[in-house]
């Protein structure tokens, strides 16, 4: 009889939905990865504050346009300085050609100016597919609620050099703004654009 | 060297020929931009094509690049009155990067662009048509690159084909998606689904679909690595396309390049395509018994299965001991786990029936009612069950008795697993309700499939559950006695009510023949039942000659007679249904009524008798000069199930009237003779 339970939970948990991906509205999935010192991070460390996520890989030129012009280091610390947790996740797997290792990962973020409050190895890519993230740039913002509020591009200049991503729209300060004022974010998903996550 | 001597060429003759641009070459790409054309004709478009060659492994962007990437993207310095078009995209491929996907090119890109010349131009002067292009090409590593293109070329009073274009240029041209339109002998619908949209295809008869693909043209719509599932449909298929995992907006229109041949075709048969998403219209009634009816059916059959004379005995010891919880908390939690065992196993068994017709929807079989076949087959299980139920013969027990006594250590297993007990014990007396259901779920859609299902567990915990719940109810239980035999018996007759009923479709589906063929293979039927039924029918010679006798009655009633199948009647006052009578009817300035009916569609049939046969109502169509086509569904008919997609509707009954100058009109589904007026002269 204790087969039979078995069988039936297991033809239960057949029909029963996979895990889903992030979803803007949602609650955002919580998550703990290593960060740069390999001491374990969890998103709801963070319950209570804004948080952004930030899908990176210094390998990739579109990051590297976006640091380059200093666009992101400087929203990174504008935003700090509104008590907004900025969490920066690089998905790249060793076998990928592209992988970081924490310490360049150090050394580069502190060449580009850039404060993101924590910086994750996700060398296995789970939070990377827990969230969809498919591009460098792809952000992510959580409201105090742990709701996510915002998922897709940086900004709306998809193609531009570093002049026109200073007059770009940057998705991520609007839904801040928005979601910060108690408003609801008028723009909430956009289409990431950049180079793929390295999985 | 022969630029040179092209140049001078170009200085001395009037038949100028155009300069070749050198390409550009970058570390993964060579660049350069091919005119069709030896000259600019004043007036008249010139088509250059933008070639990247691209070093193997790497690849370049479709206008949609997938989950990650850029479109190539061209920004021209034209003199002054030309004018360049879009980029012109031929068929991309499906990349995968992990668990991602981009669609783009690999080995060659080529981009089509026409270009306008203005109508005053000078002849004999050199143009110099000049572009910046950008683009993205990436293996695993992704590098932005750029070049400055251009292409000179005299303007004359005519023009010669280019032998260098010609390649590049019809090459591109054969992997180009035809225009909009193009598949308007097909018809396109798209039906929003619980995780996408069904891509419906129906194309025209005898065209088969071996595969296809779809490249939607913007992100966020449909998830880009998502296998995208081709289902044989009636009268066609269904490319089932997932709905993105971060949607970006609404998906309402299946816009984009839909590809018919395998991947990698040099010439693909490929199609734009732009298909607005149409809420709800993958469910397809098919028997012709509205959803709710079935569900309250199914609702009301899983309350009576309580009153069964071997599930109410065994239940009603279990029903005391509702009596015996002095906790009432502790009573009602059993209710629940009782009825999410009943639950679980009707869902099991759902599943499982899903999950088979699936596999045999794969293998092409079909289930539906216009198939005689499998009317014959339904016709015979129902009269088997209906002799089970006057007690002719009883199914064995699918439990040995010992494990029908046993009883879970755990109490709160235990309950549940009374539940589950509590539909197989009942097998013997449910079988006939459960068969009813399989037949009827192999003929409906899936959710509706699993809805039945679900009202015939809920109908059959609820007794229970409302007694745990209110134990003081437990007076007005009816005791088990005799009476629960004759109620068993008495259902038998609806039963065999569907019987006849299913016997007069096949009629009118294979003829006379075949319903004889069908009340033969029941005879037989009943004469193996009423050995079953024997004492000592438990003996290997007994149950060999069951065996046999019910193969040949499946054999009898399934025999295959299609062929012999008469022409459906078409009467006096109604035309039957084609494409052409419909389209020579609407031509003719008059309005036209279409019945879409079937026999084995009781809505309709209802409708029939009460509406449309009726005088008066012929007389309202005779006065007004309405045209009258019946499309009579009830054997297959791809070109009736294509008329029905184009209106949005993917079964019977359906009532349309095509009035001069208006665009078609669907009246609802249960007519009356009022509205058909009122459509008649609004």
Not at chain 1, 113 to 138: E, N, S, W
Not at chain 2, 322 to 335: L, N, T
Not at chain 2, 342 to 370: C, D, H, I, K, M
Not at chain 2, 423 to 450: E, H, N, R, S, Y
């Amino acid at each position: 009889m204790r087969k039979l339970a078995l069988v039936l939970a297991t033809a239960i948990a057949v029909v029963a939905p996979p895990a889903i991906a992030a979803t803007v509205g949602q609650p955002a999935p919580d998550f703990s990865a290593p960060d740069l010192s390999g001491k374990p991070v969890k998103l709801s460390d963070f319950r209570g504050k804004f948080v952004v996520l930030e899908w990176t890989n210094p390998e990739c030129p579109y990051v590297r346009r976006h640091y380059d012009s200093g666009n992101m280091p400087s929203l990174q610390k504008e935003v700090a300085a509104k008590d907004v947790v900025w969490v920066a996740v690089n998905s790249s797997s060793p076998s990928s050609g592209e992988f970081t290792t924490p310490e360049n990962m150090a050394k580069w973020l502190a060449a580009k100016g850039a404060a993101p409050k924590a910086t994750l190895i996700d060398q296995d890519g789970k939070v990377g597919r827990l969230y969809g993230a498919r591009t460098t740039p792809h952000m992510y913002v959580i409201d105090p609620q742990g709701k996510l509020v915002y998922a897709g591009a940086i900004d709306d200049k998809r193609w531009g050099n570093a002049a026109e991503t200073k007059s770009a729209k940057n998705h991520v300060r609007a839904a801040l703004g928005e979601a910060m004022a108690g408003k609801p974010v008028s723009v909430s998903a956009t289409s990431p654009y950049g180079c793929s996550v390295k999985y | 060297m022969s630029r040179v001597l092209v140049l001078v060429a170009l200085a001395l003759c009037t038949a100028l020929a155009p300069v070749a641009a050198t390409p550009v070459r970058t570390p993964h790409v060579e660049a350069e931009l091919i005119a069709e054309r030896t000259a600019v004709v004043p007036g008249e478009p010139l088509t250059v094509v933008l070639r990247l060659a691209i070093i193997p492994g790497w690849h370049t962007y479709w206008r949609n690049p997938g989950d990650s990437g850029e479109p190539t993207r061209l920004e021209w310095r034209l003199p002054a009155g030309f004018r360049a078009g879009e980029i012109e995209w031929p068929v991309p491929e499906r990349l995968p990067a992990g668990p991602l996907m981009n669609f783009g090119y690999k080995g060659e890109a080529l981009h089509l662009v026409r270009i306008d010349a203005p109508t005053e131009l000078e002849i004999g002067t050199p143009v110099t048509l000049a572009a910046k292009a950008w683009w993205l090409v990436c293996e695993v590593k992704c590098l932005p690159e750029d070049a400055e293109l251009s292409i000179t070329l005299p303007v004359a009073a005519r023009s010669d084909a280019d032998p260098r274009g010609a390649g590049p240029i019809a090459a591109a041209r054969a992997r180009l998606p035809a225009p909009a339109g193009t598949l308007n002998d097909w018809t396109l619908t798209a039906g929003a689904a619980p995780d996408g949209v069904a891509l419906r295809l129906l194309p025209p008869s005898g065209v088969a679909v071996p595969e296809a693909r779809f490249f939607p043209f913007e992100q966020g719509k449909i998830e880009p690595a998502a296998s995208q599932r081709l289902v044989v449909v009636e009268g066609g298929y269904d490319l089932k396309l997932a709905r993105a995992a971060q949607p970006v907006g609404a998906f309402e229109r299946v816009a984009g390049v839909l590809v018919l041949s395998p991947p990698g075709d040099p010439a693909p048969r490929a199609f734009t395509i732009d298909v607005p998403v149409v809420a709800g219209t993958s469910a397809a009634p098919a028997a012709g018994l509205g959803v709710f009816a079935a569900l309250v059916a199914a609702f009301v059959g899983g309350l009576i299965l309580n009153l069964m004379p071997c599930v109410l005995p065994v239940l009603a010891i279990k029903v005391l001991g509702f009596a015996h919880h002095a906790d009432r908390r502790a009573g009602r939690r059993h209710g629940l786990l009782y009825a999410a065992g009943v639950l679980a196993s009707f869902w099991t068994l759902a599943g499982v029936l899903l999950a088979l017709r699936a596999a045999g929807a794969g293998l092409g079989w079909g289930f539906q009612l216009q198939s005689p076949v499998a009317v014959a087959a339904l016709a015979l299980l129902f009269f088997a069950l209906a002799l089970n139920l006057s007690g002719v013969f009883e199914f064995g027990n699918l439990l040995p008795a010992r494990l029908a006594a046993w009883s879970a250590r755990k109490p709160a297993l235990d309950w549940f697993l009374t539940g589950v007990l509590a539909v197989l014990i009942a097998a013997p007396c449910t079988a006939p309700f459960m068969g009813a259901a399989l037949g009827f779920a192999l003929t409906a859609d899936t959710v509706t499939a699993l809805g039945v299902f679900t009202a015939l567990g809920v109908g059959m915990a609820l007794p229970y559950l409302a007694l745990a719940w209110f134990p003081a109810w437990l007076v007005h239980v009816p005791k088990p006695g005799p009476w629960m035999v004759r109620l068993k018996q008495a259902l038998a007759f609806p039963l065999y009510a569907t019987v006849v009923w299913l016997a007069w479709v096949l009629g009118r589906q294979a003829g006379l023949d075949a319903v004889v063929w069908l009340l033969a293979a029941a005879v037989i039927a009943a004469i193996a039942a009423w050995l079953a039924g024997l004492p000592g029918s438990r003996g290997p010679l007994a149950r060999g000659a069951i065996a046999l006798l019910v193969v040949a009655a499946i054999a009898i009633a399934a025999f295959p007679r299609d062929a012999t199948a008469p022409p459906l009647a078409a009467d006096g006052v109604w035309q039957p249904y084609s494409t052409q009578t419909l389209a020579a009817f609407t031509a003719s300035g008059k309005p036209v009524f279409v019945d879409f009916t079937a026999d084995w569609c009781v809505t309709c049939q209802v409708n029939k008798k009460l509406v449309l046969a009726r005088g008066e109502m012929l007389n309202a169509f005779r006065v007004r000069g309405v045209q009258l086509v019946r499309a009579d569904w009830t054997r297959r008919d791809p070109e009736i199930a294509q008329a029905l997609a184009r209106i949005g509707r993917s079964g019977v009954p359906a009532y349309v009237l095509y009035k001069p100058g208006r665009a078609p009109l669907v009246l609802p589904e249960i007519l009356t003779r009022e509205r058909v007026i009122e459509a008649l002269d609004g």
